[in-house]
Each structure stands twice: as C-alpha cells, then as structure tokens.
C-alpha cells in the first residue's frame, strides 16, 4: 500500500511539474493545407492569445521567431496580447509590441483585439498596435492583392467584450473572402460564402485528457469549436490553441501552438 502511495505521489508531482512548468513553454508549429484554387499557394500564419506576463521577454523572442521562420506571405493575430483579469499581471503593451512589429510579410500584418485586451485597456492597446505598423480591424474589411488578383481579409469585433457585426465586417467585400476573429462563437453567423474564418480564445482548454479532450472550453457552444479544423455546414473554422494560459498557467496535452494555413 505505502509503496503504491508512493508511486501515485512521484506521478502527480510529475504530471504537476510538466503541466505547469514545462508544457506551457513548449511551443508546436500546426501546420493546415486547404484546398481553394484561388488562393493557391497562399501561406498564413495565425498566432493568438499570447497573454504575456512581466519578465517573459525570452517567451516572446521565441514566439517572434517561429512566426518570422515560417516566411510567410500574411501574418494575422488573434488578440488577447496581454493578461486582462484584475489578478493578473501583464507585461505592459508598449513592450510587447515592439517585438511583434519586428514581424515582417508581403501581404501585411494584421490583428484583432481579444476580450483581455479590451478587459485592460483596449484603446489602448489598438493603438500601440496601429502605430507600429500592425493594421487592426473592427468590424471592417481590406482588400488584399495577391498573384495578380484580389482576396478579402474582414476582422470582427470581440464577441464577448464589444459588439461583434459581421455583415458590417463583411460589407462591400468581395471573395474569395477570410475572417478573422477572436472569439469562435461569431462562427455561426458568418455567411457560407467566406472561404475560411480563423479564430482563437478557447486555448484549447489548456487542459486536456487523451480520448476525452479538454475538461472546459471557454465557449457558449461547450467544446464544440474546442481547437483544430472544423466543418460545419460546408463552411471552415480554424481554431487556435493559442500561445498562453489564462486563470491558471498550466497546460497539458495541449501544447502551445502557432498556426500555419497553406492553400492549394
């Protein structure tokens, strides 16, 4: 009995420390080909909730790196840059995005603001954001030339803080047409004609357990829009795990993950 105790204490404090102090520093590039001829060869990477807290310089270098690696032709981020509940403490914006604006693509760079963001100081930090280059969108829509032709970028407002309007986001843009949002759960009222929308928000879970997948997802819909490549009624969502933690710094079997989109 004592010697059965004793190995479920050596495991529990092994499934401790790799939760909490070796997993959420881990960093997975996901990598999705999707089929849509007229974006063909087009290559994004997708990078959310970071939630950098202070002294974490070193995790954001990283992050910067793996992003700037992967060469691609348009950056977008998913907001939730910093930690935004009142017992959290956040590395402050104006040293978070000088490291991001080291970011460089053809096509541009481009974010949404998450529920954190706007949690702590939303203005604030689209500001600081827009003044180093990085194009923030609200409800709004650009127009984007690749290989001759045209495609469509629109970004939402935060479903949980603000007041998300997507046929306002989508107004007088044509297709092929991507969205991005922060939230998943605007999924439903986006228009089957929007090739692929990318969210983040969910972080997977941040704790998830093999067959089963993560204990709780920050959702209206549950697990749902949980993380990965959903399709639902013909349409496409790609929902991000995210970069950091919330609440608790911990995950596990739920590795920190840029995402890369490769259109064929």
Known sequence: MIKILIILLILGAAVFIWGF??????????????????????????ASDFHIAPKQERRLRKIVDRIAAQQADLILLGGDFVKGHRF???????????????????LGVYAVLGNHDWRLDGVRIGKVLQEHGIDVLENENRRIEYGGKFFWLAGVADYNMR?????????????????LTHSPDIFPQVPGRVELTLAGHTHGGQVALPGFGALLVPSSFGKRYEGGLITEDGKKLLVSRGLGTSLLPVRFNCRPEIVVVEFE
């Open 88 to 106: 959290e403490t956040s590395m402050p914006i104006e040293e978070i995005v000088p490291l991001l604006a080291e970011l460089q693509a053809p």
């Open 163 to 179: 007041r998300p309007d997507v046929d306002k986001a989508l107004e007088n843009a044509g297709n092929p047409l991507l969205v």
């Open 21 to 46: 102090m070796v997993e959420p520093n881990l960093l997975k590039t996901s990598v999705y080909r999707i089929r849509q001829p007229e974006l063909a060869g087009l290559k994004i990477v997708f």
